[in-house]
């Protein structure tokens, strides 16, 4: 167990370069195992879950090395179909590796995912997408897949635009034979960075970002080169730190279109920002007014699939309304656990009332003070460190471990913008 010691009201400010997105990075890792060709991946964040992908690859019969944010990887021969339960449960992407299995082998059998717990996450896309594609399921507590047949593609439309999901199907129908045309495809931008990737090791898939996918399944994939794109959470989160704490910052390694609407949000509770084609520019020494709704009625932020607000980006936000002043409804369609996390906040000394599972109003300007707590998720552990460093006094973060599942190099990042933190061994 690892806790974080984080000394509050510390100046903030100063350049952080983000690394590349976890949640491109997992699913690349699965679809790897198409080809038993050499593949090398660029801007791999070296964080907990990416190594656990790495473990379970390995498990299969995976050979790579991983140094200095580069992934070399080939897979010559596929060593057994099944992933151990322990594996299994240290992230949700570990289902991602089903398609792979049945591409190259026919069967794959699993035990249900880990990952956050922040509410019921569905897998119901994961069994209906492999399914339609030819594959038969068996098994409840342990999930077994076989298609001696191979798969085939068709027409599919997901009853939610599950991130995960949209992904297990581009990875089994880029080597299915014919066509799989995917309605109510999600369109993040790692989704989208998934089948450039693909396309690189000579898929044929177009439409990616939108909801709308198509795939032309091949008979074959080769290895490639490719380096993965920024990720816009980890920037979201230092943006949040920086309205949080009134300090400047600069984030680098962006991409302009993918924060369209966070700048929108940000712009609702009453910050600035300049987006660049490379980096984002938060000016320090904002004092934000939340925007009212037309009438003057308390704004909703919510979340929902791409392009609206991430769910990922909830925690954070709301640490950072703390901080503006004004009253906003956070409003979390996506997981019913989420939200619980601002029980923390409250004990710090934010004005927020959880009306709901999925509904918490923030008023502020709120001044925090220290606290000891734990970390429930990746995303709500961040927002804890960003509220510690605002805060008044010490603060203790336990589950540190949860934190880097998911953000890379996290305390030498944020000591490099002036922040007091430091890591301590339980």
């Not at 080597?175 to 090791?201: I, K, W």
């Not at 409250?346 to 927020?352: F, P």
Request: glycine share 10%.
């Amino acid at each position: 167990m690892q806790s974080l010691k984080v000394e509050g009201s510390a100046p903030i400010g100063g350049k952080v370069k983000i690394s590349g997105n976890k949640n491109a990075a997992l699913p690349m890792i699965a679809a790897l195992l198409l080809t038993d060709q050499e593949t090398t991946l660029h801007n791999v964040p070296d964080i907990l879950d990416v190594r656990t992908m790495l473990d379970i690859a390995g498990e299969l019969g995976a050979e790579f090395t991983f140094e200095n944010n580069t992934l070399v990887f080939r897979c010559p021969k596929i060593r057994t179909t099944k992933i151990s339960r322990e594996l299994c449960s240290r992230n949700r992407t570990s289902i991602l590796f089903a398609a792979p299995l049945l591409a190259r082998c026919g069967q794959a059998e699993l035990h249900p995912p880990g990952g956050d717990v922040i509410g019921r996450r569905r897998l119901d896309g994961h069994f209906y997408g492999l399914c339609k594609l030819g594959a038969t399921m068996t098994g409840d507590a342990t999930y077994r897949f076989d298609a001696p047949e191979g798969l085939a593609g068709r027409e599919l439309f997901l009853d939610e635009a599950s991130v995960t999901a949209t992904e297990q199907i581009l990875i089994a129908a880029a080597t299915a034979r014919g066509r799989t045309t995917l309605y109510n495809a999600a369109g993040e931008p790692h989704v989208r960075d998934l089948a450039e990737m693909l396309n690189a090791m000579g898929a044929k898939i177009s439409g990616a970002g939108s909801n709308t996918i198509e795939i032309d399944g091949v008979e074959k994939l080769h290895g490639c080169t490719h380096t993965i794109v920024g990720d816009h959470i980890e920037a979201g989160s230092f943006l949040a730190l920086g309205a949080a704490t009134g300090g400047e910052i600069t984030v680098e390694g962006t991409h302009l279109r993918h924060y369209w609407m966070l700048r929108r949000v940000f712009e609702r509770l009453g910050l600035r920002m300049e987006l660049r084609p490379d980096h984002i520019f938060l000016p320090g020494g904002q004092d934000p007014q939340i925007e009212c709704d037309f009438g003057g009625h308390i704004p909703q932020i919510s979340d929902g699939p791409w392009p609206q607000y991430p769910s990922d980006m909830m925690s954070c936000t709301i640490v950072a309304a703390t901080q503006c002043r004004g009253s906003v409804m956070f409003f979390e369609k996506m997981f019913e656990s989420r939200i619980y996390f601002a029980d923390r906040l409250i004990s710090m000394g934010a004005n927020a009332i959880v009306c709901d599972p999925h509904r918490v109003v923030v008023t502020g300007r709120a001044q925090l003070h220290g606290v000891t707590m734990s970390s429930p998720d990746i995303r709500a552990g961040m927002a804890m460190v960003i509220a510690a460093l605002c805060a008044r006094g010490e603060s203790t973060i336990n589950s540190a471990e949860v934190i880097y599942r998911g953000y890379e190099n996290l305390v030498e990042k944020l000591s490099a913008l002036g922040a007091k933190i430091r890591e301590v061994k339980g």
